[in-house]
């Protein structure tokens, strides 16, 4: 689960990780108040679950009480368009008031999971205020890693490591330590995936500060923290992802034309291979995971034919706690109430596989049935071609 810049500065103050004032406007009359507040000057910010804003116009300068209103104006319910949004971008609902501060240096860093390792990760870099993707291709020299051991923590050293490659002395270099063992305990406790400030400023009162920051959430941990997941915003995720919460379905929207319904994350990475591979595009990801009822089936079903790109579905069940039979029920049961429009190609292997086909069989539908994976994969594509 991703959240808002506004709201990961709130999670920075409680660990004491120095962030710039900010409050978010709830009309342009409160966004002209607060910039009087912070002395007549603001930055007027456009929240929303992307990078690349300020190139994409959601990140502005305000240099007077007017101006901000006036920003805040155009910004609220606008559809900003970044690198990461893709080409139909994303509706603003809210709009962040931050109090400008002087910047000396923008630099870059981070706090992900690498699977490499197995381990969280440091990454720190001198070249902050850009996309970390492009200096990883033009300058990787200047991206430096950090290995941290679970067993131990960020050690002071590590963190003093880290100070020294962003080119820090004095008191920006003690201040940066403390700092990043403050983020590193923020990372740690709210079981975060990623914690990434980009930009690090050192300001010319040589404050080291987070202008901006980005922090995504372990979903698998979020039960140990309904403050964190009361920051959940249903308008930046996809209504299919929303709808498919409801009934513990692991749903991701893609943009290709063939529906996918499978068992397992590794399978459905498979299938979705598989039907590339034969020249077809997955229009989803969906796991329905091991012990799907008949009822998770069939919703999983009206989600897919839900999206109107889809022309073809692909069920690829290998049953173990998951029985075959239960899906087989599930398809029928959706073929009832919601009918299917769109050819279904089935395969399904393992716990009651043909107690599973049968009911495939004697439902009365068109339902193709798949020999293995491979046929299955020709025959999906093949219906859509």
Known sequence: MNIHEYQ??????????????????????????????????????????????GKGGGVKFAKNPDEAAELFKKMLGMTLVTHQTGAEGRKVHTVFISN????????????????????ITLMASTEGGVEIEEVAEKTPEKIVKVVIDPAIGLSGFQARQAAFALGLSGDAFKKAVTFLQNLYRL?????????????????KQGDVVALDAKIGFDDNALFRHPDVLAYRDLNEEAPEEVEASKFNLNFIKLDGNIGCMVNGAGLAMGTMDIIKYHGGSPANFLDVGGGATEEAVKNAFRIILG???????????FGGIMRC?????????????????????????????????????????NLIVGNDLKDAAEKVVASVK
């Open 187 to 203: 990372f740690v406790e709210k079981d975060c995936a990623m914690v990434e400030i980009n930009p690090l400023v050192i300001t």
């Open 100 to 119: 400008p501060v002087d910047i000396e240096k923008e630099l870059y860093l981070a706090f992900l999971v690498d699977r490499g390792s197995s381990r």
């Open 325 to 365: 039979d239960i899906v087989a029920n599930g398809i029928v049961k959706a073929a009832k109430e919601i009918g299917i429009t769109v050819p279904v190609v089935v395969r399904l292997e393992g716990t009651n596989v043909e107690e599973g086909k049968k009911i495939l069989a004697e439902s009365g539908y």
């Open 8 to 53: 990961a500065k709130e999670l920075l103050r409680q660990y004491k990780v120095a962030t710039p004032d900010g409050r978010v406007a709830v009309d342009a009359e409160n966004a002209r108040q607060i910039t009087k507040e912070f002395g007549g000057q603001s930055v007027v910010k456009a929240q929303i679950h992307a990078g690349g804003r």
């Open 307 to 317: 999206d109107k790109e889809v022309k073809a579905v692909l069920v690829n069940i």
